[in-house]
Structure formats: C-alpha cells, structure tokens
C-alpha cells in the first residue's frame, strides 16, 4: 500500500468518527475533540501492541487473527509476552482489544464496559503514559466518553458505532511511516479543535513554521541533548525539532497552562516515539510556576534547545504585580508590561515568554522563537531593552520575517527571532520573507498563506548559508544594528536604489527643455496671479 492511500484511509477513518459524534449530537461540541483524539488512539495503541507482539514474537510473524491467538494464552503465559515487548508499548490485556469489544457489543451495558475498559487501560499504563500537573498529579489516558452523550439510552449504540468505525481500519502499514507523515496526520485530527483554546496556545504552528525552525536550528543533527518549549500548545514546534535532532538522541520538556494543548501534545509524542518524553509534560503556569528544576533542585534546568510560538497578548493582569516582585526580578530583568486602562488583553505576555527563554538557555543553548513583527523595531521599553542584550551578549543569529496570514487565526505579522549563545556573532543574517507564499483559504473564510516547498529551501539555504539576496536576505553587522537603535527588522538594511532610466543625448536635451518650460510656465502664471492679487488689495477701503 503506498503513503498516499494509507493517508487516504486514516483520514476516512478520522472523518467516521467525526460522523458519528455529529449524528449522535456532538459534533462541534466542547468534548469533540477529547471524544475523537481518544478512540483514535485507543485503536492506535491497540494497532501498535498488536505490530510490537508480532516483531518481537517469531510465531505471531503471519498470524491471521493474532488476538484470537493472543486470547489463548494462559495469564502466565501473557505475562512473560507482555514483559518481552518494548517499554514503550501500552500495556494491553486480552479484554483491553479492540475485537474483544467488538465481539461483546450486545451485551446489557455496552457503553458502561466502553468506558470501563478505556479508563482501566489508562490506569493500568499511568505510570509511563500519563502526563503531569505542577503539583505531581497524574493525568491518565483515557477517560469514560459515553457520558458525553447527553441521552442515556443512546449511549451504547454510540459506543458500538465508535468500535464499527475502527474495527476493520488497520495501522499495521502506517507504523513503517516517519515524522513526516504522522505530522500530517496529526494536523488533520486536530485542525477543528486547535483555535480558541488555552490560556497559552493562543495559535496553531504549521507544520512548514516547524520546518524552517528545526532545518536552521538543527543542520547537522545532534546527540544527548534536551529540547524545551515553554508554551508548547499541542507540541507541532519541539516535535519538528525533535525529528531533526533524532528521536533517539533528544529529551522534550514541556510545560503549558492548557489542559487541552497537553492532551493534543501526549498524542503527538505518542504518535511519534517520543514515549520517553511523557514524563517531562507538564500541565501548569509556566511563567508563574516553571517545574523543569535542576538536578539540585535549587533552580530552573538549562536546555540545549528551546523553540516556541507563545501567545503575544492576554491579560495576565491578576499575576503581573507578583510577576514584577523581587522573587521573579532575575528571570524578568528587563521587566514586566503594565496593566493597560483599556484592553488588558493587549498586555504583552510574549515579552515575558521571550525572557523566560533567555533564562532557561544553557551557556552554549539555541533558540528559535515566534515573535510579533512588531518587536524587531519598537524603539523604547521593554523591546528595547530585550533586543540590546541580545546584541550586546552577541547571540543574535539571525531573523526571519514571515508573510502575513502564515497562521491561519491570526492576521498578526510574525517573526522568527533565532538565539545562539554557542558562540559569539559578530554578524546577523536578517531575511524578508513577507512576499513570499501564496494565500488561500482555509474551511471557506480564514485566509492563509502557504509557502511552496522552493520558498522554504530558499529561506532556509539563505539562512543557513548567510547569503545576501536583493530586497530578501542582508547579512548585517552588529556595529550596523548598534547604530540602527538595534532594529532587527531586514527591510531597513536593504540598500536605497534609484531607478536607472536609459536615453539618448537628443531625449535627454528634450527632457530637461520640458522641464525648463514648465518651471518658466510656473513662474508666469504666479507673476499674474501676485498682479491680480495687488489690484484687489489696492481697491479695498478700509475702515476705522
């Protein structure tokens, strides 16, 4: 089966399940989407047990109907397989199936063993799959969903729709696909769920954003490293990250404030064999309260990499005064936005963001982080004060400027602000991407704009090579960015040309006749109008 069709089956599946939360009332409503992200990976966990017994089990190799099989063994015999498998495998027993409920689904009660069995693979799998809170709360897998089904006599019949659309849908062919496909796949399950939700993922990363972030961040690949995002959303910036880096030789550390964002980011990571990294999702306030610690405990962890597209504005004006106190005065040296009269939502949280990065960076980290255009130029307060430690610490690698619409929720013009504390720069390559990409509408109404696969190479080869292209990409010094108030913006170190016009002698000696007639014409005309004007003040009388 090739790429494209099992592509084509997942997202039929997807969509079945979509159909049946619509027929049964739940189609746009707030449990939609924990209803659809969950029994999609309820059948894939299932697929993925099923694919891990069969590799490590050379007599499941070619089995027909493996958890028939399965079923079979006596519970000493099963436990010795299921102690074989990979620890990153959930862990299934024969009743967790997804055809043993397929094969109870006439039972008095169906949506209530539904339920039960989804909650017990949770609770039997909580100590690798679950993700965390702040104050070390385990938050399981799964939860019952058939409760979401406002009728009660309906709820069986959805749960025995749900396992119809699953049961004969296979992942066996999807698990040899990389991260590129399940990037995909994942943009697709959640691309109705990703807008208005969490306090701190306020916009949905496209995948080409992750892209052009990793290839610049990560060129050669590394080893041993860790990778943080501070405002993670549903995880598509430190996954990408993760898949240049190699899945193997990376660490992720997350922390986000939504409940939703860190369910959508388990997925991600589950998806794409970052297991390894679930324990290191945090749900919480990461400005408030970051829980990555160092090894002593004494202080925040250091990373590697760090990436992020925070949200740029929200009110945070319940928390800005404990913000600004003494506790929090080394990690926001360069201060915290005031409480605005009017529209608090306004407040520039994305400056704190940008300062918790800078804090949480190792003495030879990098950073790639999603700024508003705005930024790059605002010449006084806290901007100001960001952009001339950076300069002054010399890790500014570079900045690209993105075309409008890049996100398709918010008409905010975005930069890429890349740090490097690696080494010292004495030079910036500052591009202008913001005509590139071709726009298009998404679900209808929101404008977007895309970006070909030659427009990412050329960015990221304009980058990565600091090549200098007319009106794009300028590769400028820091004594340049000094004496500019420290703009990072491209546009205004693009060279000044006057437009060169060619001619003869004769044109030439016409042109400036024309020229020299308008003026002469010009001066005439004011003459008569200053005798004109004279004539009438001279006849005026005036009184006393």
Same mark, same amino acid.
């Given at each position: ?17 979509? @159909? ?55 519970? #000493? ?37 539904? !339920?039960?069995?989804?909650? !017990? ?7 690798? *799959? ?30 025995? @729709? ?16 990389? $991260?590129?496909? *399940?990037?995909?796949?994942?943009? $697709?399950?959640?691309? !109705?769920?990703?807008? !208005?939700?969490?306090? $701190? ?51 992720? $550390?997350?922390? #986000? ?40 405990? #004494? ?107 890049? *996100? ?31 726009? =298009? ?66 044109? *030439? ?30 006849? =005026?009388?005036?009184?006393?």
């Amino acid at each position: 089966m090739t790429t494209e069709q099992i592509m084509s089956k997942t997202k039929t599946m997807i969509d079945d399940l979509k @159909t049946v939360c619509a027929n049964f009332g739940l189609g746009n409503a707030s449990s939609e989407y924990k209803i659809i992200t969950e029994v999609f990976l309820y059948k894939f966990l299932n697929d993925k047990f099923l694919h891990e017994v069969r590799e490590s089990e050379e007599r499941y190799k070619d089995s027909k109907n493996l958890e028939e099989d399965l079923s079979k063994l006596s519970e #000493d015999d099963y436990e010795l397989l299921l102690a074989s498998l990979p620890p990153a495998t959930a862990q299934l027993k024969k009743e967790h199936f997804i055809s043993y409920l397929f094969n109870h689904k006439n039972i008095e009660k169906f949506d209530e063993l539904f !339920d039960n069995t989804l909650v !017990d693979i949770g609770n039997y799998n909580i100590d690798v *799959f679950s993700v965390k809170t702040g104050s070390e709360d385990k938050i399981r897998l799964f939860d019952a969903l058939s409760v979401y089904v406002t009728e009660r006599n309906k709820r069986a019949d959805f749960c025995k @729709t749900m396992i119809d659309k699953i049961v004969d849908f296979s992942f066996e062919d999807a698990f040899a696909q990389k $991260y590129d496909f *399940f990037a995909v796949i994942f943009e $697709y399950l959640i691309k !109705d769920y990703n807008k !208005d939700f969490g306090k $701190y993922a306020e916009y949905y990363t496209p995948h080409s954003i992750a892209s052009i972030i990793a290839k610049i961040m990560v060129p050669n690949g590394a080893k041993n490293v860790t990778a943080y995002d501070p405002a993670a959303g549903s995880g598509t910036l430190v996954l990408a990250l993760a898949h240049e880096i190699g899945e193997d030789n990376c660490t992720i $550390y997350t922390q #986000d404030i939504s409940q939703k964002s860190n369910e959508f980011l388990r997925l991600n990571l589950i998806l794409n064999n970052l297991v390894h990294s679930l324990s290191n999702v945090v749900h919480g306030n990461t400005l408030l309260q970051p829980e990555h610690l160092n090894k002593k405990k #004494d202080g925040l962890m250091k990373f590697d990499f760090i990436v992020s597209n925070p949200p740029f504005n929200m009110d945070f004006s319940d928390d800005r005064d404990t913000l600004a106190g003494k506790n929090y005065k080394e990690r926001f040296w360069a201060g915290v936005p005031k409480i605005p009269k009017k529209k608090k939502d306004s407040m520039d949280i994305y400056l704190l963001f940008l300062q918790h990065i800078l804090f949480s960076m190792k003495d030879e980290g990098k950073a790639g982080v999603v700024v508003p255009t705005g930024f790059l130029t605002t010449s006084t307060g806290i901007h100001k004060k960001i952009r001339e430690y950076i300069i002054e610490h010399k890790m500014l690698r570079g900045v690209i400027s993105m075309p409008s619409n890049i *996100f398709a929720n918010t008409g905010t013009n975005v930069s890429i602000l890349f740090l490097d504390s690696s080494k010292e720069y004495e030079k910036a390559i500052l591009i202008d991407a913001s005509n590139l990409g071709e726009k =298009i509408k998404v679900d209808g109404k929101n404008q977007r704009t895309v970006l070909s696969d030659t427009e990412i190479t050329t960015i990221i080869d304009a980058f990565n090579n600091e090549k200098e292209m007319e009106d794009f990409s300028v590769y400028v010094s820091y004594d340049r960015i000094k004496g500019n108030k420290n703009s990072f913006s491209a546009s205004q170190y693009f060279a000044f040309k006057l437009p060169e016009v060619v001619m003869t002698e004769e044109e *030439f000696g016409e042109k400036v006749n024309t020229i020299l007639d308008g003026i002469e014409a010009s001066l005439s005309t004011c003459t008569n109008l200053d005798k004109e004007l004279r004539d009438i003040m001279g006849g =005026i009388k005036w009184g006393n």
